[in-house]
């Protein structure tokens, strides 16, 4: 069977564990991509320019815009965060391209791109979401407050998503398992292989 490349957005609050099953998801599958974002935010310890985000600044963000070489973007905590054009001939050899991306910015996709699949990894619960935030040691009590609100907000349109992975603690390969049945069943629907459908279909 042919394969597709597909868009797939992924999205998932802070705490949900987005970055460990992505990673585990990247570490089991082959002809997976990752779309680069063009953000204007400072990059953190470690993260590497056109690895992470394609670290640009306000003028370049702004100038992109006017140019119309950004698919959808945000402004999120102050800074602009954007998928760039470019990033989607990565489907072109047959990628799958996992592009992730907030709420807003899914919901943008899923509009303009009415093929793509959406789905958001959720923790197991509230509770669970903040002893997280807590664990990671590097957030005050204001910031843990601030991102369990915004993760209120999010999980509020869990229903815009097609699918949605549960992430149990501990248990990130399980749920990049689940994402991979997900591309797999999405590359066999029909209306995903015109090709092989019209070579079998005769007219009698
Ligand atoms: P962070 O600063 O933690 O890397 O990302 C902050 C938020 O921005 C995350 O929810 C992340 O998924 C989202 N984000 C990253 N890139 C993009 C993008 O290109 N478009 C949109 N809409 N959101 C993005």
Same mark, same amino acid.
């Given at each position: 069977?042919?394969?597709?490349?597909?868009?797939?957005? /992924?999205?998932?609050?802070?705490?949900?564990?987005?970055?460990?099953?992505?990673?585990?998801?990247?570490?089991?599958?082959?002809?997976?991509?990752?779309?680069?974002?063009?953000?204007?935010?400072?990059?953190?310890?470690?993260?590497?320019?056109?690895?992470?985000?394609?670290?640009?600044?306000?003028?370049?963000?702004?100038?992109?815009?006017?140019?119309?070489?950004?698919?959808?973007?945000?402004?999120?905590?102050?800074?602009?965060?954007?998928?760039?054009?470019?990033?989607?001939?990565?489907?072109?050899?047959?990628?799958?391209?996992?592009?992730?991306?907030?709420?807003?910015?899914?919901?943008?996709?899923?509009?303009?791109?009415? &093929?793509?699949?959406?789905? +958001?990894?959720?923790?197991?619960?509230?509770?669970?979401?903040?002893?997280?935030?807590?664990?990671?040691?590097?957030?005050?009590?204001?910031?843990?407050?601030?991102?369990?609100?915004?993760?209120? +907000?999010?999980?509020?349109?869990?229903? &815009?998503?097609?699918?949605? /992975?549960?992430?149990?603690?501990?248990?990130? &390969?399980?749920?990049?398992?689940?994402?991979?049945?997900?591309?797999?069943?999405?590359?066999?629907?029909?209306?995903?292989?015109? &090709?092989?459908?019209?070579?079998?279909?005769?007219?009698?």
């Amino acid at each position: 069977m042919k394969e597709k490349g597909l868009l797939i957005v /992924v999205s998932g609050c802070s705490g949900a564990g987005k970055g460990t099953v992505l990673a585990e998801l990247f570490a089991k599958a082959d002809r997976l991509s990752y779309s680069v974002s063009a953000t204007t935010r400072l990059p953190r310890p470690g993260e590497i320019d056109g690895v992470n985000y394609h670290f640009v600044t306000k003028e370049t963000f702004e100038d992109m815009i006017a140019k119309g070489e950004i698919l959808e973007y945000t402004t999120y905590a102050g800074n602009y965060y954007g998928t760039p054009k470019s990033e989607l001939k990565k489907t072109e050899s047959g990628d799958s391209l996992i592009l992730e991306i907030e709420l807003e910015g899914a919901t943008n996709v899923k509009r303009m791109v009415p &093929d793509a699949v959406t789905i +958001v990894i959720v923790p197991p619960s509230l509770e669970v979401l903040e002893n997280r935030l807590r664990s990671r040691g590097t957030n005050t009590e204001e910031d843990i407050a601030r991102r369990m609100k915004q993760a209120a +907000v999010e999980l509020r349109h869990i229903t &815009d998503y097609e699918y949605i /992975v549960l992430n149990e603690t501990g248990h990130a &390969d399980r749920a990049a398992d689940e994402i991979l049945a997900i591309i797999r069943a999405e590359q066999s629907k029909t209306a995903r292989n015109p &090709d092989l459908v019209g070579s079998l279909t005769v007219n009698n």
